[in-house]
């Protein structure tokens, strides 16, 4: 998710609501540079579950607690997926920035019981058809490719040039797009605009072309099947309609493509800054699986998640909830409580984190070992192919992005001795 550091516009809660008069405002600098220390804080003074203000003094419920995450997702009876519940709605402006994440689609991620089952069973089974050797051999292809692109400069700046450009077009090859085509460069790129604009894109229109294309590319498919996610789909015998899958062919690929990227970012930063993999990396003893690992438990990409929606009224870490309040996902937060790790020893080594969140909504399965796979190429491949590599600019002079959803760089500007690939 882009920027939501707006100053809020009512600080007030309305008449009813759940928010109490010290809940927190959600964004400011505190989130994006240390938010460890901020979840800590709130942790001990609102307890696992903080009222909180959204963009314009929305109010909502931080859950902050491992146990009371895992709680929330996994009784989706109680706390559903659906927004419309939300009783906020009538507080909304048109122009919120959050509507794009919050506002109901009829997609696999706003879907709910027996729907959802059926709609992410389609999902699994297309995922559960890629085969994991192939995909790392073309997002080699891929690396190699970008790589090739700036390796002869001897700086580049692997945000933009790399993390984000690779898992884009892994994920359409996934969906049948081969890489390296004017079609398939011309989605990479209104994705990016969609999902992520710079200054002076236009989302709408961007996200507008998106939405052609992919029922272009259902369509072709419908035609000529191939051993791809969007064929796999349609030929599905849940029958889903033209519709339905291009709107879950967008979640998955927009679900994919910023987690991905930010996890190889997030991995990268680590092996650059940090002197235990620095030294062990290049000896080649300390596995980049350690690093991806260690992200996922303490710069988690997705650090929060907006929501579930509570069903009725009901209790949670001691907090009374109501029904239709809004709940967002302490992931980071979560993966961080001192109440699993008591020792603040994050226990790296293994991978008990709710960084795919958990229960009915999770990140469906086999998606989670798929992005493994492309964060771990991407990584791996640009240590092989530019052994030397160091950051171009000191560690404390990196910058996190203004967001408290998604956890990334702004930018991770390297250097390295110029070849020519
Ligand atoms: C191949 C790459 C990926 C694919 C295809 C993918 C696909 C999806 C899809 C389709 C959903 C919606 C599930 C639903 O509502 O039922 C989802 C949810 C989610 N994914 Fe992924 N994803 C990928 C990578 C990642 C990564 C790298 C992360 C973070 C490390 C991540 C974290 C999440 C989270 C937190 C949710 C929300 C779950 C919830 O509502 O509880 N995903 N993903």
């Known amino acids: 998710m882009s920027d939501t550091s707006g100053s809020p ?8 609501c759940p928010a109490h008069a010290d809940a927190v405002h959600m964004g400011g600098l505190e989130y994006q540079q240390t938010p460890s220390q901020m979840y800590r804080t709130m942790r001990r003074e609102h307890g696992a579950v903080a009222p909180v203000l959204l963009d314009g003094g929305v109010p909502a419920w931080l859950v902050l607690g491992y146990p009371e995450v895992s709680y929330v997702t996994s009784h989706d009876e109680l706390f559903a997926r659906d927004s419309r519940r939300w009783n906020q709605w009538p507080n ?31 999902i699994t089974q297309a995922l559960e058809g890629v085969d994991q050797f192939e995909l790392a051999r073309e997002c080699q ?25 690779l898992p884009a077009r892994g994920v359409l090859w996934m969906c049948g797009m081969p890489p390296g085509t004017v079609d398939t460069e011309q989605l990479v790129d209104d994705l990016r605009i969609s999902l992520d604009a710079s200054e002076g894109d236009d989302p709408v229109a961007a996200y507008g072309r998106v939405g052609e294309r992919i029922m272009r590319l259902v369509q072709e498919k419908r035609e000529r099947p191939g051993p791809d996610v969007t064929s796999r789909m349609i030929l599905d015998p849940a029958g889903l309609t033209d519709e339905e899958i291009v709107q879950d062919l967008i979640s998955v690929i927009a679900a994919a493509q910023q987690p991905t990227a930010n996890w190889i970012c997030n991995t990268l930063r680590l092996l650059l800054t940090d002197e235990r993999f620095a030294v062990n990396v290049s000896g080649g003893r300390v596995s980049v699986g350690d690093a991806l690992n260690e992200v996922l438990w303490l710069d988690t990409p997705t650090q929060n998640f907006i929501g579930r929606w509570a069903v009725r009224d009901t209790q949670l870490g001691g907090r009374l909830i109501r029904e239709g309040d809004c709940l967002v996902l302490g992931l980071a937060a979560a ?31 086999p998606a989670p070992l798929l992005a493994d796979v492309m964060a771990r190429t991407a990584v791996e491949t640009l240590m092989e192919h530019l052994p030397d590599i160091v950051l171009g600019v000191k560690s404390e002079d990196l910058t996190w992005r203004p967001s408290i959803w998604m956890r990334g760089l702004t930018s991770l500007p390297v250097r390295f001795t110029p070849s020519a690939h």
């Open 141 to 165: 292809l891929i690396a190699e490719t970008l790589i090739a692109g700036f390796s002869g400069s001897g700086q580049a700046e692997l945000m933009s040039m790399y993390a984000h450009a």
């Open 9 to 16: 516009t009512a600080t007030t809660p309305p008449p009813g």
């Open 92 to 122: 909304i402006p048109p122009d919120w920035p959050l509507l794009p994440y919050v506002g109901y689609q009829p997609s696999v991620l706003f879907a709910e019981r027996e729907e959802h089952q059926r709609r992410a069973g389609v």
């Open 335 to 365: 993966n961080t409580d001192p109440q699993i790790w008591p020792e603040s020893h994050v226990g790296a080594e293994n991978s008990a984190h709710l960084s795919f969140s958990n229960g009915e909504h999770r990140c469906p399965y």
